[in-house]
């Protein structure tokens, strides 16, 4: 016989069916990246690496001035609804890509993308905390986020189908995929308003209301803080890594792609379902073990992105990325158990949603200057070490956040 407040097996189901649209959410977004050079000798309107980087940028600015609004949505009326259209636009806007022949084209539909894309994470986490408001939170958290992994790594892949094919079918392939899939979802997945005791009875107030309950809370600016700066080396990884290893360690477009986004998610696939475990363990000891959990993974970046920077050679990068993605799994499926130690439940989407506004707009400025600094001649082994001291500095930060609302276990 389950414990009283054991999920049930729907709430397990959920994040099943989740997985694949997280996996597709970060496969549709990292495909750029991976395969830039295809894309640059195919629209000759992006003339240099900065403008590369605005391209990859601009999806970003997008998904984080709107992350607050689409979790506010998904707050105060339907997270199922948010997590299946959102899913239905992106990939539409998805196959569109690989139909674009401009710069201006390609612009539209990043930015297009951002806005569908800023409706999904935090309605989905916030709807995976309404079936799993207990004891197994970060351990359904870090499921989920292997599917972000997975999408990563599968994003490589898009190296060498457009060396074997074209880049434009990387996008239309993926793109139909994700629509056909979102069909599944409207037949398949239930909101969780009605499944967890933890859900309050009414609905927040206005964005400004909600916004309001959130900035007024010191712990939830700490824990803003401490999401933004590991974030930065994050989407170093994430948008400039591929290049990175193809520069240093004179690697063609496919093999630089996989390497960048496998080794990583690989190894944060393994550390999010280890921390997933590890901190709902730690929590029955200390209401602060999904905190020191997070703080344990934010410090093994450091080590990482030092050595990355300064590999001697690609058996040693990859060493150190298998590292950073180790220290990542744990860092990235404690965020959300910890935000709802932090706020309410019915602010939880809106709170991820401002989160991700702040850590993306930063992460957005640093993807420019990394393009900047390539078209100057400025090695990025220089970003690597700030973004470790800034890492460094966000497990300080953690530690002294003060837990307020308690999980049941």
Same mark, same amino acid.
């Given at each position: ?154 994003? /490589?892949?898009? =190296?060498?189908? &457009? ?7 990387? +996008?239309?392939?993926?793109?139909? $995929? #994700? !629509? ?73 477009? /496919?093999?630089? =792609?996989?390497? &960048? ?7 944060? +696939?393994?550390?999010?379902?280890? $921390? #997933? !475990? ?132």
């Amino acid at each position: 016989m389950a414990p009283p407040n054991s999920p049930s097996r729907y709430a397990w189901f959920v994040v099943l069916l989740l997985w694949p649209v997280a996996a597709l959410n970060y496969l549709d977004r990292q495909m750029l990246s991976t395969i830039r050079e295809s894309i640059r000798m195919d629209i000759p309107g992006i003339a240099s690496d900065q403008q590369f980087g605005t391209l990859m940028a601009v999806f970003m600015w997008v998904y984080a001035l709107l992350s607050p609004l689409g979790g506010f949505v998904a707050d105060k009326f339907n997270r199922r609804w948010m997590v299946i259209g959102s899913l239905f636009v992106w990939s539409a806007v998805t196959y569109l890509t690989g139909h674009m022949h401009t710069y201006n084209g390609m612009l539209i539909c990043r930015a297009l993308m951002g806005i569908s894309e800023a409706c999904y994470l935090p309605a989905a986490l916030a709807l995976i905390t309404d079936f799993h408001p207990g004891g197994t939170q970060a351990r359904a958290i870090g499921i989920h986020q292997t599917g972000i992994y997975a999408g990563l790594a599968l994003g /490589g892949v898009g =190296g060498y189908i &457009a060396q074997s094919s074209s880049w434009r079918n990387c +996008f239309t392939w993926f793109g139909a $995929a #994700g !629509v056909a899939y979102a069909v599944v979802l409207f037949l398949t997945l239930k909101d969780g308003g009605a499944h967890s005791k933890d859900t309050p009875k009414s609905h927040p107030g206005s964005i400004t209301e909600t916004l309001r309950a959130l900035l007024k809370q010191p712990a939830f600016w700490l824990l803003v803080v401490y999401f933004t700066l590991p974030a930065i080396a994050g989407w170093m990884t994430k948008n400039w890594l591929p290049t990175f290893l193809a520069d240093k360690f004179h690697l063609e477009q /496919g093999p630089a =792609g996989l390497s &960048a986004t496998g080794y990583i998610q690989i190894a944060s +696939f393994a550390g999010v379902l280890l $921390a #997933g !475990v590890v901190a709902d363990k730690w929590m029955g000891k200390t209401p602060k073990g999904r905190i020191f959990s997070s703080a344990l993974g934010t410090l093994l970046l450091v080590p990482a992105l030092l050595g990355l920077g300064f590999a001697p050679t690609l058996g040693a990068a990859i060493a150190f990325m298998i590292v950073f993605g180790i220290g990542w799994g744990f860092f990235d499926c404690n965020n959300m158990p910890i935000l709802c130690q932090v706020v309410r439940p019915e602010h939880r989407a809106t709170g991820y949603g401002f989160m991700n506004m702040v850590s993306i707009s930063v992460g957005a400025v640093a993807t420019v200057v990394l393009g900047w600094m390539r078209d100057h001649g400025i090695q990025l082994s220089a970003a690597f070490v700030f973004a470790a001291f800034l890492s460094l500095i966000a497990a300080a930060i953690v530690v002294r956040i003060k837990p307020q609302n308690q999980p049941s276990n």
